[in-house]
Each structure stands twice: as structure tokens, then as C-alpha cells.
């Protein structure tokens, strides 16, 4: 499960692959993304695209909040559920702009952050998603968010042979070009439902492992 991905580029770079759109925020050049956190998305607004800022985590289904505040759905993978096939619709699909993306490598005797690009120069991707309005409850018992809420998550598959080693349940649906994200953004379910599958091998690497920093006390 992908709960942690970068978003290190601008506005134009989006904007030559997602096409036109209405821009409501401005995107910081550096971005690490956790899951109930805001952050940048192209959305489907009425007959044009836009650039704005939602929350990463889609409703949950209501038996698993039980009406508790809720932290939300951040990848979605069985889109034959009821709960996910209202918001497979073009006018709630997203693409969600990242450069890296993160799996935990089961090591010893902590787990490690190993983190995916489309190649080593880490261009610009994006996640095939969905987005809603939502009025409730966000967040814990202890800090809940009530109000209106725009959210939004993406589709999983498979794993290719890339992430399998690292993550062997799942690798979130990628698109790499414009053609791809037409494709996701208009076409009908039929059509855009071929779109959930593995990124091809050859198509994904593996970053090198990155040095945990450690944080000492101050008096340390």
C-alpha cells in the first residue's frame, strides 16, 4: 500500500501533460504527501480540468468508521465494490501529480523506506484517482475535522516485477503521457478500466536505498 509519495516539480510541467485548466493554488516546488494531508490533484471540473488542493483519502465504507471520525481510503483496488463504482465516473476522476513514490522493504530490525520513479532523472507521473465532496468527520477521536471535505484517492494492480520484491500485494496505476491521461480523465468505464494495470518493468525503477537521518535531542 503506497502512503507516501513526492511531488518534486511545477505547475507547467502538470500542465503539459494534464493539458489546460483552472489553477486554484499554487504549487510548492517540493512536496511529501501522507495520507489525510492536502495536496496537489487534477480534477474534472464540469467541461475543464483544474489544479487544485484536496485531501488524500477517499470515505471509507460506513461499517468501518462506524461513525468514528474518519482518516479515509487512500488506494482502491476493487472497483467492482458499490462503495467505489459511484465515483468511477469522469466527472469524479483525478490524476495525481508525483515524481517518487514509497514501499516499507520488510528489513531487519526496522523496516526501510524504499522509494520508485519512472527512471532515475524522476520525472513527472501521475496516479490514475478518484475525488468526491464529503460532508462528516474527518480525522482521530482526539482531533476530529467536522465539515465539508474534498477528497480524493487512486486505483491499485498488481505489482510488476519492480515493486513485487518490495511490496508484493499491490503498485498503484500510473500514467506516464497526455494519451494516458485523456484516456482516464474522458473515456467511459469501459475503456478506462483497461488502464488498471501493472506499470510495465522496464517502465518503473528502484531507487537506491536513502540514509535515515537520525533526529538527536538537542542536549544529546
Not at 507547467?12 to 490533484?41: F, S
Not at 461513525?67 to 469522469?90: C, E, K, Y
Not at 515524481?99 to 531487519?108: G, H, I, P
Not at 465539515?147 to 498503484?172: S, W
Request: include cysteine; charged fraction near 25%; proline fraction near 9%.
Amino acid at each position: 500500500m503506497c502512503n507516501l509519495y513526492r511531488v518534486q516539480t511545477n505547475q507547467q510541467a502538470i500542465r503539459e501533460i494534464a493539458g489546460a485548466m483552472q489553477e486554484r493554488l499554487n504549487l510548492e516546488p517540493d512536496v511529501e504527501v501522507y495520507p489525510d494531508r492536502v495536496a496537489p490533484v487534477v480534477r474534472n471540473n464540469g467541461h475543464e480540468r483544474e489544479l487544485a488542493a484536496l485531501t488524500w483519502g477517499m470515505p471509507s465504507p460506513a461499517f468501518v468508521t462506524n461513525g468514528n471520525p474518519d482518516t479515509g481510503v487512500t488506494n482502491i483496488r476493487n472497483v467492482g465494490s458499490a462503495h467505489w463504482r459511484r465515483w468511477l465516473r469522469p466527472e469524479n476522476r483525478c490524476v495525481v501529480p508525483w515524481t517518487t513514490f514509497c514501499e516499507w522493504e520488510d528489513t531487519k530490525p526496522r523496516k526501510t523506506k524504499r522509494w520508485f520513479a519512472i527512471n532515475e532523472d524522476q520525472p513527472l507521473a501521475f496516479f490514475a484517482g478518484i475525488w468526491t465532496a464529503w460532508s462528516g468527520s474527518r480525522g482521530s477521536l482526539k482531533n476530529p475535522r467536522p465539515g465539508e471535505h474534498q477528497l480524493y484517492g487512486f486505483l491499485t494492480c498488481e505489482p510488476n516485477d519492480v515493486v513485487r520484491p518490495i511490496h508484493p500485494k499491490a503498485m498503484p496505476v500510473i500514467l506516464r503521457n497526455k494519451d494516458e491521461v485523456d484516456l482516464w480523465m474522458n473515456a467511459p468505464w469501459t475503456e478506462a478500466s483497461a488502464l488498471q494495470r501493472p506499470l510495465p518493468d522496464d517502465g518503473l525503477m528502484l531507487l537506491p536505498a536513502e540514509e535515515e537521518v537520525v533526529q538527536r535531542d538537542l542536549l544529546g
